[in-house]
């Protein structure tokens, strides 16, 4: 019999009482929780040397970050996260998988972090960042799930891409805005190839590629 993974979210999630966007993903890939990283990770949030959101904040904000796995790294993020009052808490706390690799579609089991209680504590959060859409054990796709067990309807703003939602926190009848961003891994790249809108701009320019059009997308809304 396969023995089965337990793959446990290694962070806390990172938010503090001036936070008004949250970056919600799922996990990172299960080296994280084990520890055993690889040359070029950085033991903290979205630090997989293969995982794309930090070289497009880095690129927006010009922040020169370090890609390694220093203290100095990771502190440089902290430092920007809380610079710009950004926060992350990814809505996955564990999950179970037969394979030890990062696809969000093998989790099994999972148990979803009570992402709408951080949301009443923290009331200067006004906008949700999901690193990816609504595909099958993705960001969204949970978050719905977790709006559907607490009776919490979603409303569409924007079905264009990123698609753009908004709903009311029960207890304070806050307004919080979701922004479906697609996702910074090299496997959304074909999906990202796919877009008539990338098509129109890569036609206009051969250099362009699918980190420059996250960039121009994430940086709307960072």
Partial sequence: MQKVF?????????????????????????????????????????GSRDGLLWPILDRIFGLHLKFET?????????????QQRIGVCDIVASAEREKIDASDIGMKNIVLRNVIGYLEKYPNINTLLFTGGNSKNGPEYFFRKHLKDNNIPLWIISNNIPRIHEFLLPVTNKKIKTVSLIAPSGAANRAVGGLESYKILKRKNSTFNTLDFRVMQYQEYF
């Fill in 70 to 82: 220093t203290k100095e790294a990771i502190d440089q993020r902290k430092a920007f996260l809380k």
């Fill in 6 to 46: 337990h793959h446990t979210h290694p962070y806390e999630p990172f938010i503090d009482s001036n936070t008004t966007k949250l970056i919600v993903g799922t996990l990172p890939p299960p080296r994280f929780t084990t520890g055993k990283l690889k040359e070029g990770d950085v033991d903290f949030c979205y």
